[in-house]
């Protein structure tokens, strides 16, 4: 330190004064290239403060699920809210068309398998048990219906279920609405059981209510939809013909039609049974009645003058809920019928082409389609929504979907070549039939 004092002591006032000036000039450029500096720096780095409305509409849309549970309007369906107002609204998918055809595919596979099984289901008839029947094979529960060009979202017994809070729900028909109406019960009971409050003097009749929703399903034994006097068991053996009224609807379904929220009408394979034909209560003719001296009208000549009828009822009726026309279902019998040795015993489903609706099937579609189309101006000009259920070709590709001889428990335990009935018409359940509530609820939904 001594050293440097010394030094400094030794510099000339002269030399003092320069470096005095060097040193401020110095200090001077260092402070205007750092103030420089730093206002550059602060220009990048920072931040702008925005507006939270200028983010939210900045921010790409968060796709999430619906809660239905927002939805405080009981009759409003929800409905995905459209991302931009500018966005074409998405219609339902209309039959025939080209973008999606929901009654149009192909069977797929599907490792998850049924939603419910004959074990936790306690509302399988014992004719569609298929696997409580003892039926070894088991491949006929892994596969779902892929409609052609989109795809169709899985039954959502919550959600239905919430929907349809303080609903009356109706299926009318013959024993394939029956099936129908198991399906439907066994998928809601993975969420709520149903309890059965009503079934008329046979059980063919019955109603269930949801406790939790208010919610009722029916099934309304009506096979023909019109009047008719029945003469046969519960295995379909006759001991005499049908005495059918072609100018007269049945009262079990028409009473309660208005009180009906929603409904599926079908009818179809009972009218190829030996019947009389009755307008006016006088006989006008007959179905394959050869021991009657009677004119031969024909099966097609009593179907589409009982479906012009109920047709023309309901288009007629301003009906303010949602009424479903099904079509009739085919059957898979082969080398005989019901009532001959017919037997059905494919494995698995078969791919379009592969096989052909049979000729009777053929004429019932037909009629029920042109009904329908004549029905559908009619109703919508006296606001009546009514829409087509074609399920015709949905089922024909499924030939392993029938109980064939596991109708009947255990068929081949004492006689393993034993000669049983085979049903070859109706549906295992689990089984086929199952898809029918995923493309309903698919229609209700978004339709």
């Known amino acids: 330190m001594k050293l440097n004092w010394k030094l400094c002591n030794c510099w000339s006032l002269k030399t003092h004064h320069h470096l005095l000036i060097r040193l401020a000039v110095a200090i001077l450029l260092m402070g205007f290239a750092f103030r420089l500096f730093f206002f550059k720096s602060e220009e990048f780095l920072q ?204 009262k079990k379904w028409t009473e309660q039609y208005l009180n009906l929220d929603y409904m599926i009408i079908s009818t179809g394979k009972w009218f190829l049974k030996s019947s009389i034909y009755y307008e006016n209560d006088t006989v006008v003719g007959c179905h394959y009645c050869p021991k009657r001296n009677l004119t031969e009208l024909g099966f097609d000549f009593a179907y589409r003058k009982t479906l012009s009828s109920v047709m023309d009822f309901i288009a007629a009726s301003k009906h303010k809920g949602l009424v479903f026309f099904r079509t009739s279902t085919p059957d898979h019998f082969e080398n005989g019928e019901w009532h001959n040795g017919g037997s059905c015993q494919k494995m698995m489903p078969v791919k379009e082409g592969d096989i052909e609706l049979k000729d009777l099937n053929r004429i019932l579609r037909n009629i029920e389609l042109e009904e329908f189309e004549k029905a559908v101006p009619r109703a919508t000009q006296n606001g009546v929504k009514l829409k087509l259920l074609d399920f015709t070709n949905l089922l024909l590709l499924r030939p392993d979907g029938h109980p064939g001889a596991y109708r009947e428990f255990q068929p081949f335990a004492k006689d393993k070549d034993a000669k049983v009935q085979n049903d070859c018409l109706h549906w295992c359940l689990p089984g086929p039939i199952d898809t029918w509530n995923d493309l309903i609820m698919e229609i209700v939904v978004n339709g």
């Open 47 to 250: 931040t702008p403060v925005v507006d939270k409305t200028e983010v939210a509409e900045a921010t790409p849309p968060v796709v999430a699920t619906v809660d239905v549970s927002e939805y405080e309007d009981q009759n409003q369906m929800p409905q995905k809210e459209a991302e931009d107002q500018n966005e074409m609204p998405q219609k339902e998918p209309e039959i025939g068309a080209e973008k999606c055809d929901l009654f149009t595919g192909d069977w797929v596979p599907n490792l998850k398998g049924p939603v419910y099984t004959n074990a936790s289901c306690p509302l399988i008839e014992s004719h569609q048990n298929c696997m409580g029947n003892g039926r070894p094979d088991s491949g006929y529960l892994y596969w779902r219906w892929r409609p052609e060009n989109c795809e169709l979202p899985p039954f959502n017994a919550e959600k239905f279920l919430y929907l349809m809070r303080n609903k009356t729900w109706a299926l009318i028909g013959d024993s394939i609405s029956r099936n129908h109406v198991q399906s439907l019960l066994c998928m809601l009971s993975t969420v709520e059981q149903a309890v059965e409050v009503y079934h008329d003097e046979e059980y063919r009749s019955k109603r269930w209510h949801f406790p939790s929703y208010n919610f009722s399903v029916s099934v309304i034994w009506s096979p023909f939809l019109a009047k008719a006097a029945i003469f046969e068991d519960y295995n379909g053996v006759s001991t005499s013909e049908v005495q059918l009224h072609l100018d007269k609807l049945d």
